[in-house]
Structure formats: structure tokens, C-alpha cells
């Protein structure tokens, strides 16, 4: 494959492979077996192949949402492909892959908005300096712990609501509470001290800007401080309140519904486009 | 082929004549060497607790073994009346006798469709035959056969989805709950028969510790002896249930043993926060209350939830039976096509056989006659040329004998090129 053949891929490509192996997972719930799953798993492969095509030949800039969105939809993507090969059996892509495709769609919708408008960004944001990569990184980590997070929540909810009603075990194999929420726990262990760290960092790097920028904080940065709030109060939930498990679900998934949001609003260094 | 199978079921014979009928393993193995050499045939006997059958394979013979030899045989191993037996005997040959066994080893023809118990008793049948030597060449290539095809049905079809025995599907839940067993601790309230059973499975995942607790101390001591655990006096049920991430309760109590206010307050408290509770309430009548299932901190399953997926999945694996069937006739086919043409090779091998001696006998004193006349490489292209002859003369015959068994017209072609060619 030449790089001009590569240059052909677009969101559609890897978009549309997600959305097919999103679809083969779903049909493998009424018509278990090899042929659909391994469909699914080729389908997500080539969604996988083709978003890393794409991030390689365009590397959107991190900093930007339209960039974010779509780099935290690829570490999924890993994350998904991971979860399908080591938990076979298991409901897995039914629950990672909307994430993705979401992601994807978001990402797709911001182009309409500008939002993938890497020149609008000042350079050291977009990793040309270190602070700025390391700024970057962080939150991307912390973003794709609470991802994660995210993921395990809905399927601890749905887990949780199956036993509710005391559903058939065998109809959706499922992960144990037990084990979505240590995977909830660790994702979320991690997140909080990468997020901190990564606004923090941010917060200093900030200061570096006019004092009318530091007096009109961005909703970006106002969102930031808010997840930083959510997650700290998740912390204290579980180690200190030791609140329920399903509790603690629902806010990891409020803590995830705040990321997207801070995700997608523009960045406070975002010059308007020339 | 020459196959017979005759033998009773579930469907056929009541209960009783089958306990009669069942064969003990040295029974089996006497029994076995008994068929083979009386009536020269290969034999095997699958004797399980739903049913007794006898596997009489005489490929060579002319005819199969009696169903009426099948049956006095069982009579006088058994020593019942064989007409007794016969109303409730049924009875496959050849190409039916083939399916049959498929079936019965695909767990098709099981009382719960889809067991996994079947697949091993065929196979330890087969395994007894061939150790005791008597199974054939038939028997050696059918069983096996049938073996692969059961794997082929229960891999390649949900017939063998999910559980179908209670104490197994109280397990499927307890692992929805929890991941690993090393650190969590199982109180057994009871000592009923079926909770001995689910306790057993429990056993299987290896749990910290067990503790049993029962009205009568004894018992307790009992179950705890038998399961490796420790018994904890009744007067602390409430902190053995506290303490404890899955509780099995089997007792014969009258009247519920929790309710929901004595967990609330007596037990509820003193559990560390956060953790989950599983019970299997398994006794009739109820020992728990079950409005404190909750799906999170208290996950209870009682008989009836248990009973319900059972049911549940056994009427699944109903909708697996036509894929299921397919591919058992599909086996049957291609095991019936095999057998045909193995079953050419010996008469093939004889006719070359007869063939080669003819021409040996032509070729030899010609040789000799012209010894002394001819170079070597002038003999062998004697000797090649005959050989030549006799192939392509030979070749009509065996490819007629081939299309003749895939179009399954063997016997008459068989028949003819014995009388043409005079073998014995």
C-alpha cells in the first residue's frame, strides 16, 4: 500500500468500519458463533487500521477537540480490540464500540465548526515545546482512564440491572460486578492524579497568557476544574463514603459526560481562525 | 454393513426394567466377550442410567444379528423372561443403526437434550470394547465417527448451551456477581440434599473458607467434616451471615429465617459497606425474605428464579435440535460413504490377488521356456507388459465397484465380479 493510496483515508473509511463491527456484535447476540465474531473483530481491525492511517498521514493537533475527540476514540479502539480478544465470550464491543463511534461522530460533527482548525492553536500547545506535550498527554491519559471508567459504569449499570431482575446468565455474557468495578476503580485511580497534574500544569502554563485571558476563563478550562471536582468527589465516595457500587457508577457516568463536554469547547490559547 | 442395535431408553422402558437391565462394568465386559464369540460379530454395550444397548457389527457376514438373539440374550444375562424385554426393546440396522448412534452420542436423543454426560459414556463404551478386543474394524471406525460428529454438533450449535442442572445455575450467577473466590467466604445454612449438591460446585471455585451452621450442632459438624469448613454455632447465624459473601441456605424450616427486617438490623449493620451478599435460597419453603434482593448489595436467587432459567434453557436448545439434526445426517452420509469404500479394499485386494497368481502362473513357465533366449531387460519387459495388461483389464471392474458404492448399488457388483472372477 503507497502513502498516496493511504492519503485516501477518510473518517468515512474507519468510521463506517466501526459502525459494521458495532453492527456484527449486536447480530451476535441473537446469532452467536465463530463467523460473526470473527467479522466483528475483522471489522474493528480495519476501523483500527485505517483511524491509525489516518492520525498517522493528519496528525491532528491534541489541543484541538476535533483532534482529542479522535485520539481518544483510537486509544478505544485499542482498548475494544483488547477486550474482544481477551474476553471472547463476553459482551464487550457492544459496549466500547458505540463509545468509539461516538467519539468519531463528534470529532466529524466538530469539522463543521472549525473545531479541527489545528492553525488556530498557538504552537507550543500543540507538543513543539515540551510542557505543552506534557500538558497534552496528561489529560489525554486521564481522558481515556475515565473512558474507561465510563465504559466499566455502563456495564456494572447493565450488570447490575440484569441480576435486578434476575435475567438469564447465559443470554448476555457479562464481565462480574466484582471485576467492572475494580476496572472502574483503577481507571479511576488513575485518571484523577494525571488529570490534576494536567491542569495544574496547564493552570501555569496559562499564566503565561495576557491577564484578559486569566480574567475570562474559557469554558474549556472552568469544565476542567469542574471534572476535577467530579472525579475528587468519586475518590472520597469510594474510599471514604463507601457508597454502593451502583451509585458509583452513575457518577462515573456524569464524570464522563463532563470530559465530552470539556473535550469540545475550544481551548482558552484558540485564536479565532484567520 | 451388517449393524444391529437393540436396546430400551427412557422412552421405551419404565424405570425398573432399566435398573434391571443396566450393566455393571464387569458385567459389561463379560457380557461383551460373550456376544462376540457367540454370535461372530464385533460387540460393544452402552449401559447408562437412561439407557441399556447392545452394538453388534458383522461386516462380513451375510445378514445382521437378530433383534430375537439381542433379546434372549439380555434375558438370560439378566435372568428375566424375554418377553418381558421385547415389548420395550427397539432395534436399528445398518444406515439407521449408523444414525442412531450419532444421535445418541450428539445427546440428540438424550431426556435433557444437549447433556454432556452421553459424549463420555459412548466413548468409555467404545473404549471397553477396545480394550477387551471386541471391536472391529466396523466398530473401530464408527465410534469414532460418532464421537467427532457429537463434538462437531455441540461446538457448532448452542444444543449445548448454558446449564441445565439447579445447583449449575446458581453458580452462573454467583460468578456474575463476584470474580475470584480465594478471598470470600461461603455460609451454608442447612443440610438438604440439593444443597450438598450446589455446595459441591461451590466447592469448585475454591472459596477462602466455608462455614456450615445448622439448628442441630451435629449436623453442622457433619457438612463442615464433609466440605473442609467450620461449624458455626446457630445462636451466631447473624454474624456468620455478616461475615459471609455467599450464602446457601437448604434448611427444612417452616417459615422464613430472615425476614427483611431481622437482615436490616441484625445484619445489615455489621457487614462491611460496599460488599455484596449472594444467596441461594434453595429451600421449600423459603428461608429468606425476598424483598432484600436488590441486584447490588444483596443479589438473592431462590428456587423458583433457578428453576425458571433451567427451563429456560432447556426450551433454547430445543430451537439448536434442527441445525443439530443436520449435521448428524450429514456425518451419518459421509461415515456410510467411507465405509463403502473401505469395504471395496479387500475385494479389491483379492481380485489383484487372483489376478497376479493367474498371471504368475502363465508368465512363469513362459520364462522358463525361453531361458537362455532372452537378455533380463528383455524379461522384464515381458514381465511389465503382462503386468500392463492386467491393469488396464482390471481397471473397468474396480471403477465400476467404486461409482457402484457411491451410488450405493454395491452388493450386486460385489456379487458378480466374486462369481466372474471365482473369489472366494
Known amino acids: ?44 481491525t480495519v476501523g483500527l487500521l485505517t483511524h491509525s492511517a489516518f492520525l498517522l498521514i493528519h496528525h491532528p493537533s491534541p489541543a484541538t477537540p476535533y483532534g482529542s475527540l479522535l485520539l481518544l476514540a483510537w486509544v478505544l479502539a485499542i482498548f475494544c480490540l483488547y477486550g474482544a480478544v481477551h474476553h471472547a465470550r463476553q459482551a464487550w464491543g457492544i ?31 500543540v507538543g513543539e515545546k515540551f510542557w505543552g506535550a ?10 481515556v482512564g475515565l473512558s474507561v471508567a465510563f465504559l466499566a459504569s455502563a456495564m456494572y449499570l447493565v450488570q447490575a440491572r440484569r441480576l435486578r431482575t434476575k435475567a438469564n446468565p447465559l443470554d448476555l455474557k457479562m464481565l462480574s460486578l466484582e471485576r467492572l468495578e475494580a476496572m472502574n476503580r483503577r481507571a479511576v485511580n488513575l485518571a484523577f492524579p494525571l488529570l490534576t497534574a494536567g491542569v495544574l500544569l496547564g493552570m501555569l502554563m496559562l499564566n503565561r497568557e ?44 456524569l464524570a464522563f459526560a463532563l470530559l465530552v463536554g470539556v473535550l469540545m469547547a475550544a481551548h482558552p490559547f484558540a485564536e479565532a481562525p484567520k | 454393513m451388517n449393524l444391529r442395535i437393540a436396546g430400551c431408553n427412557f422412552r421405551s422402558a419404565p424405570v425398573d426394567l432399566r435398573e434391571k437391565l443396566a450393566f455393571t462394568p464387569e458385567l459389561q465386559a463379560k457380557a461383551a466377550a460373550e456376544l462376540a464369540a457367540r454370535y461372530g460379530c464385533e460387540a460393544a454395550i452402552l449401559s447408562t442410567c437412561n439407557r ?11 445378514a445382521p444379528v437378530s433383534t430375537e438373539l439381542a433379546a434372549e440374550f439380555l434375558a438370560e444375562v439378566h435372568g428375566l423372561p424375554v418377553e418381558r424385554i421385547v415389548p420395550h426393546l427397539y432395534s436399528h ?21 444437549g447433556e454432556g454426560q452421553i459424549a463420555g459414556q459412548v466413548k468409555a463404551t467404545y473404549e471397553a470394547a477396545r480394550t ?28 449445548a448451551h448454558g446449564h441445565v442442572s439447579v445447583s449449575s445455575v446458581a453458580v452462573d450467577y454467583v460468578r ?23 455446595l459441591k460446585h461451590l466447592q469448585e471455585l475454591k472459596p477462602k473458607r466455608i462455614l456450615v451452621t445448622n439448628r442441630s450442632p451435629e449436623k453442622a459438624r457433619e457438612v463442615a467434616a464433609g466440605c473442609g469448613g467450620t461449624a458455626v454455632p446457630w445462636e451466631q447465624f447473624d454474624d456468620a451471615l455478616a461475615e459471609a459473601d455467599i450464602a446457601l441456605s437448604t434448611t427444612g424450616a417452616g417459615e422464613p429465617i430472615v425476614t427483611a427486617e431481622r437482615f436490616a438490623k441484625r445484619v445489615l449493620p455489621k457487614r462491611r459497606a460496599g460488599r455484596t451478599l449472594v444467596v441461594l435460597d434453595i429451600a421449600v419453603p423459603r428461608d429468606f425474605d425476598p424483598t432484600i434482593h436488590d441486584g447490588d448489595r444483596v443479589c438473592l436467587f431462590n428456587i423458583d428464579d433457578l428453576t425458571r432459567i433451567r427451563e429456560q434453557t432447556i426450551a433454547a436448545r430445543q430451537s439448536h435440535l434442527r441445525p443439530a439434526e443436520a449435521i448428524v445426517a450429514a456425518e451419518t452420509k459421509a461415515f456410510l460413504d467411507d465405509w463403502e469404500r473401505r469395504r471395496n479394499g479387500p475385494v479389491i485386494l483379492q481380485l489383484r490377488s487372483e489376478v497376479d497368481k493367474v498371471r504368475d502362473e502363465v508368465l512363469t513357465p513362459l520364462l522358463a521356456k525361453l531361458n537362455g533366449k532372452l537378455s533380463d531387460a528383455e524379461k522384464d519387459q515381458i514381465a511389465g507388459a503382462f503386468r500392463l495388461f492386467q491393469n488396464k483389464l482390471l481397471h473397468g471392474p474396480i471403477a465400476a465397484l467404486q461409482d457402484a458404492s457411491k451410488d450405493g448399488d454395491r452388493g450386486s457388483l460385489v456379487d458378480a465380479l466374486r462369481k466372474l472372477f471365482r473369489l472366494g
Open chain 1, 1 to 44: 500500500m503507497t502513502l498516496s493510496t493511504l492519503q485516501g483515508v477518510s473518517h468515512t473509511c474507519f468510521g463506517l468500519s466501526y459502525l459494521l463491527a458495532l453492527v456484527l456484535e449486536l447480530a451476535r447476540l441473537r446469532w452467536p458463533g465463530k463467523t460473526l465474531r470473527t467479522a466483528a473483530l475483522a471489522a474493528a
Open chain 1, 95 to 125: 459496549f466500547v464500540l458505540p463509545l468509539v463511534v461516538g467519539l468519531v461522530g463528534l470529532s466529524l460533527a466538530l469539522i463543521s465548526t472549525g473545531g479541527a482548525n489545528d492553525a488556530a492553536i498557538p504552537a507550543w500547545l
Open chain 1, 134 to 143: 506534557v500538558h497534552g498527554l496528561l489529560l489525554l491519559a486521564a481522558a
Open chain 1, 210 to 253: 495576557p491577564l484578559a485571558t486569566l480574567l475570562t476563563p474559557s469554558l474549556k478550562v472552568l469544565g476542567s476544574y469542574g471534572l476535577i471536582l467530579v472525579v475528587a468527589m468519586l475518590v472520597y465516595m469510594r474510599y471514604a463514603a463507601h457508597v454502593s457500587g451502583r451509585r458509583l457508577a452513575v457518577w462515573s457516568l
Open chain 2, 52 to 62: 441399556v444397548e447392545l452394538f453388534l457389527a458383522r461386516p462380513l457376514a451375510p
Open chain 2, 93 to 113: 440396522t445398518d444406515a439407521d443403526a449408523v444414525k442412531h448412534l450419532l444421535r445418541v452420542a450428539a445427546s440428540l436423543d438424550s431426556l435433557i437434550v
Open chain 2, 132 to 159: 477387551l478386543g471386541t471391536a472391529g474394524p466396523f466398530l473401530n471406525a464408527l465410534f469414532p465417527h460418532a464421537l467427532r460428529a457429537a463434538k462437531r454438533v455441540r461446538t457448532e450449535t448452542g444444543i
Open chain 2, 176 to 198: 456474575q456477581v463476584f470474580d475470584h473466590f480465594d478471598d470470600k467466604t461461603v455460609l451454608v445454612i442447612g443440610a438438604g440434599k440439593m444443597g450438598r449438591l450446589t
